[in-house]
């Protein structure tokens, strides 16, 4: 498994927001909500393999 690489992400407050209760609806970390968001969006880009 590949080693995960720490960070700084800055995001205005209402996207904040709107991310940590999109998060919460779906009983995820914040964290795991953003890591969800971004390879779904490498994914339906083609940019990583489909698994």
């Known amino acids: 498994m590949a080693k995960k690489k720490p960070f700084v ?4 407050p209402d996207t904040l927001k709107a ?3 999109w998060a919460a609806d779906e ?3 914040t964290n795991g909500q ?3 968001i971004i390879h779904k969006a490498l994914k339906d880009a083609g940019r990583v393999k489909k698994s």
């Open 27 to 29: 009983f995820r970390s």
């Open 34 to 36: 953003l890591e969800w």
């Open 9 to 12: 992400l800055r995001l205005d």
């Open 19 to 21: 991310v940590e209760k």
